[in-house]
Nanobody, 125 residues
Framework: LQLAESGGGLVQPGESLRLSCAPATVTLEPYAIGWFRQAPGKEREGLSCINYKDGTTNYLDSVKGRFTISRDTAKNTVYLQMNSLKPEDTAVYYC???????????????????WGQGTQVTVSS
């Protein structure tokens, strides 16, 4: 499974971005898709995830209310809508896939089998 993120860029504080995660060819139905980020000098952290088949979601507490994960089954794509962005949201954002997740999707990177290359998000005035 090859994943590709898109939608990153440079925005000002308070603005929004929507990241997309799509596979090259394979359907995402058997997977959970997670969004992670890694800021310079920091560990990678899990932000949100979605069980693609049933749409159940999970969020890191610190992004609840600002970030929303969703899927478009017609487009075989998962999105991360990020609102009210802050300079501390600056990081490389990755999507990842966990095959056949058991129960609620996880925010732990060790659970994920496939990773995209990442997309840079910079929040700066």
């Amino acid at each position: 499974l090859q994943l590709a993120e898109s939608g990153g860029g440079l925005v000002q504080p308070g603005e929004s971005l929507r990241l997309s995660c799509a596979p090259a060819t394979v359907t995402l139905e058997p997977y959970a898709i997670g969004w992670f980020r890694q800021a310079p000098g920091k560990e990678r952290e899990g932000l949100s995830c979605i069980n693609y088949k049933d749409g159940t979601t999970n969020y890191l507490d610190s992004v609840k209310g600002r970030f929303t994960i969703s899927r478009d089954t017609a487009k075989n794509t998962v999105y991360l809508q990020m609102n009210s962005l802050k300079p501390e949201d600056t990081a490389v954002y990755y999507c990842a896939a966990e095959l056949l997740p058991l129960g609620r999707c996880s925010l732990f990177q060790r659970e994920y089998d496939y990773w995209g290359q990442g997309t840079q998000v910079t929040v700066s005035s």
